[in-house]
């Protein structure tokens, strides 16, 4: 719900999706959630809501447990929901048929992102993590992914394993994707726009120099 120079983040994501004709949109709230759901229901009355009372207690791959129902088996957009980005990425994600594909940016190395190694060949990704090293890294995850329908049924059935038989709740989404790689073709797909992850004051500053002049398609 942060504001970049007037435009709120859900909006900016949720925009960026419309530009490229996903109109299937599921937002798993938390923190403050019904201000979040006041303002969802106002602007984008289409988009569904899932409820996650136990987000503080709990990490992304629980959230995306939670749409199980939703898109287990299908294919499907995920993205945090603390990153701004330029439309376009969505549109270089959704290009082919049938693929996996992790967004990312090999302008520089970011110690507190994600980041991704592929195959020696270089044929697919092979590991995503934070540990990985600058020496190691092929580019940097900006944390948004596609995944395809097949891939989709695998990899729930990961994050139900850690969920449900070992009581994990507490791990990123990137954990489970690092435990299918092996079984499932990802493609790096190098971002051709503008992204920021907005952590902090000094992360919401830096946003807003970056995308001066940004506006919202209207829809």
Request: net charge negative; with cysteine.
């Amino acid at each position: 719900m942060v504001p970049v120079n007037g435009i709120r983040i859900i909006d900016k994501q949720i925009d960026n999706l419309l530009r490229n004709g996903i109109t299937e949109i599921y937002v798993v709230d938390g923190y403050k959630a019904e201000i979040l759901s006041d303002h969802l229901k106002q602007v984008y009355s289409q988009v569904h809501i899932v409820s996650n009372p136990r987000y503080a207690e709990t990490n992304n791959m629980y959230s995306l447990y939670l749409t199980s129902q939703y898109v287990k088996g299908e294919e499907f957009l995920l993205m945090n929901s603390d990153v701004y980005y330029d439309a376009n990425i969505i549109e270089g994600m959704l290009d082919g048929e049938n693929q996996s594909k992790i967004a990312c940016d090999k302008s520089g190395y970011m110690e507190e992102s994600m980041k991704i190694t592929l195959e020696k060949d270089g044929s697919k990704i092979n590991h995503i993590s934070k540990k990985i090293t600058s020496e190691e890294h092929y580019a940097v995850s900006i944390d948004v992914y596609r995944i395809s329908a097949e891939d989709s049924k695998t990899l729930f059935m990961e994050i139900e394993d850690t969920i449900v038989t070992r009581k994990d709740e507490n791990s990123w989404t990137e954990v489970a994707l690092d435990n299918i790689f092996k079984d499932c073709n990802f493609q790096p797909y190098v971002i051709k726009g503008r992204w920021f992850e907005i952590d902090n004051h000094d992360d919401l500053h830096r946003a807003e120099e970056i995308f001066k002049g940004d506006k919202l398609c209207k829809i």
